[in-house]
């Protein structure tokens, strides 16, 4: 049997790994390890043909194409596909713009859905997502002046709901830690206090188990571009809970939230539906991948996904722990797979050299201030073996900087 | 010498045009015309490349590519470069989101812009393109309560300008009519009542000669997939006069606004410049396709363009009345060249029936209510015979339908 210091052992790893097929509908390189798919998931190769189709179809069809080819329906065909990743009924996922621009939409419409009971506190977590952050504090700038934002610590949110707190914004997972914070049980504690509660599933939709509408969420945005392979800058997805939907607002009234955008008609009429969340006409050749992207997340299926996720933060803690720690390199977040979503970071004063080396050795990874190399672990791609090997390279050049070796 | 009745008078002018080389640059199919090129620009040929080299950097660099590649400058470099189209010196326009979500930040900011003087009043076109008209609603009813919007008629624009008025929106070409407004003088006017002026560039930018920032312009948007032939929903474009800029606020605050986006600091600090405009981010395949589109755009003189442009117009509206007018088609708008935009408007009583049968035989344009047929005269890829034929077209069509032989 082999142990951990062998590479065999996860060799074997990944030769009884149910997930193992999914890897080849990527195009990878052959000559380097991404393991920063949690910021940008790879291409699928498909998603090729469907660029090449989206430009016949520009060519010979032009404008008709939204038309005959049901790409007006794309925002709200493919936020179906998400929201069967997500535990959300038909119905309540509508795809288009960025997350940022979405969450803007949803804390607003959040906030107007509260103000008849006149509670006006965002309550937030201090160390979530920096953009999820400024688009709270533009919100209570700039749109709904009575408004304030309140950061607590993450584990203190239910201890700071008061009843002046109309909606808590919480990230799922925390990008920095890793930390998957407990959905349903927060969501219940939110309302029992009146409160909605608005996630940001960036970090974990189509690598954690979700169940939105069986959870008791209200409201989510998430992004298309990393677990969901949807390609560089892909739309995000709103979520809004079909009870909240009739009455749901949001300020950002363009004509494709327009109940019937092409009567023209002088005066806005939301959408019944979940396309009121729609402002503008969706970048369709990007909405194209997204599509094939969210397509081959679906292929897999999510338990098996959320067990390899588990398996290989465990792996990848326990060889960061046996074989990088005397460096002074320090694993951070929750230890337990349960707690945590499917990237770790680890602690390192001088990550930026270390991440330098790394990748002129072939393993990518990214930065997150302060000193964190953060390491995402997506099980569609990712073998047991590229992180023996990454662990590896990573003591090789560590062991050479104890010598002067580390690239400055 | 031939005359207008003859298509050999066509032929000629497509001989001797300037921009005829321009055409082929672009992947047209050989079996019909496409008269929609003010909805959707056709693909130029480039776009694919492109695309190609986008999907090759995304597999072989990831995410990392966003600075190998300048991908994260994309906005501001593209910016640029329609700001050359509309006379615009660097750095002051930026690309992303869409028409109508970056005129809601405009809106927004230049309600900001004005408040300290009292000012609340959003003066409009009452035939405003109907997605200008709800965001201006949107904006009135949710981000600025005090603000109200008055529409009237385009032609009283001026005598409207109280000193109430914050900011006037308007389209710069009528997007039915194809009325081109004088930007200078309404300009001159607005600023003189203390007000400013939100531009929608939409259905001029690339084809009517603009000069934003010696027309004293204080804001604009406009439209990627139009006459800038950046594909279906590309991404769309703001710009704010650089004087006004420094103190611009808008209220969709996402991390790509920040100065120095990935500090990842707690608090939002906007750009100096005018990425303080952008929110999240952008839709890199459908940049791409953008970026494409405007370089193939600025390769044509514009003043050879809307010189085309003023031709075909003319022809067209010849044609029609020469030929048409007995079936009972009226053409829209002004006469006069100088008046008007790159489309003509037909107005006729079974315009959708018409446009099936046009469609049937290879000509495609577009209806808008009510019963206007809408004719995209796009220099770059439209020729003079495609006009000719498509009147012959037209009375064919109707001398049948005289006869019952119209689609119904």
Redesign the interface.
């Known amino acids: 049997m082999a142990t951990n210091g062998e590479r065999r052992y996860f060799e074997q790893l990944d030769a009884t790994d149910p997930l193992r097929e999914i890897r080849a509908l990527f195009?990878?390189?052959d000559d380097r390890v991404?393991l920063?798919?949690n910021?940008?998931g790879?291409?699928p190769r498909e998603?090729?043909n469907r660029?090449q189709e989206?430009?016949l179809r520009?060519?010979?069809d032009?404008?008709?194409?939204?038309w005959d080819h049901q790409?007006l329906q794309l925002p709200t065909v493919i936020g179906d596909r998400i929201g069967a990743l997500i535990g959300a009924a038909p119905g309540q996922v509508v795809v288009g713009?960025?997350?940022?621009?979405n969450l803007?939409k949803l804390l607003?419409g959040a906030l107007?859905a509260q103000s008849a009971g006149g509670r006006s506190v965002v309550l937030t977590d201090?160390d979530n997502f920096?953009?999820d952050?400024?688009?709270a504090?533009?919100?209570a700038?700039?749109?709904h002046p009575a408004a304030t934002v309140r950061?607590v610590p993450a584990g203190e949110i239910i201890d700071h709901l008061g009843d002046d707190v109309a909606v808590v914004l919480l990230s799922h997972v925390d990008y920095r830690t890793g930390h998957l914070l407990p959905m349903r049980r927060i969501n219940e504690r939110a309302h029992a206090a009146g409160a909605l509660v608005l996630w940001d599933l960036a970090h974990s939709a189509g690598v954690v188990p979700i169940d939105v509408d069986d959870a008791g969420t209200d409201l989510a945005v998430g992004c298309g571009?990393k677990f969901l392979n949807g390609?560089?800058?892909?739309?995000?997805y709103m979520y809004v809970a079909e009870r909240l939907l009739p009455d749901f607002?949001?300020?950002?009234?363009?004509?494709?939230?327009?109940t019937r955008?092409f009567?023209?008609?002088?005066?806005?009429q939301p959408d019944p539906g979940i396309a009121r969340l729609t402002?503008?006409?969706?970048?369709?050749?990007?909405?194209l991948?997204l599509d094939e992207g969210v397509s081959l997340t679906a292929r897999a299926d999510l338990a098996a996904v959320r067990a390899k996720s588990v398996a290989l933060s465990r792996e990848f803690i326990a060889l960061a722990e046996t074989r990088l720690a005397r460096f002074g390199i320090e694993v951070t977040g929750p230890v337990d797979g349960a707690q945590r979503g499917s990237h770790v970071s680890l602690r390192y004063e001088s990550a930026e050299r270390l991440a330098e080396g790394l990748?002129a050795t072939g393993f990518?990874l990214?930065l997150?201030?302060p000193e964190l190399l953060r390491f995402g672990l997506a099980p569609l791609h990712v073998r047991y073996v590229d992180l023996f090997d990454c662990v590896a390279a990573m003591e090789k050049l560590l062991a050479d900087a104890d010598h002067g070796g580390l690239p400055r």
Chains 1, 2 share one sequence.
């Not at 713009?97 to 621009?101: E, G, I, M, W």
């Not at 390609?231 to 995000?236: F, I, L, N, V």
């Not at 607002?249 to 327009?258: A, D, I, N, S, Y």
């Open positions: 195009d990878l390189p991404f920063n798919g910021s940008l790879p291409p998603t090729w660029l989206g430009m520009w060519r010979d032009m404008n008709a194409a939204w790409w713009d960025s997350t940022s621009v803007f607003c107007y201090r920096p953009s952050l400024y688009i504090d533009g919100v700038r700039y749109v950061r571009y390609g560089p800058g892909a739309p995000g607002e949001q300020p950002v009234t363009g004509w494709l939230g327009h955008p009567d023209f008609t002088a005066d806005y402002t503008g006409c969706p970048p369709l050749l990007s909405l991948a990748a990518h990214e997150r201030p």
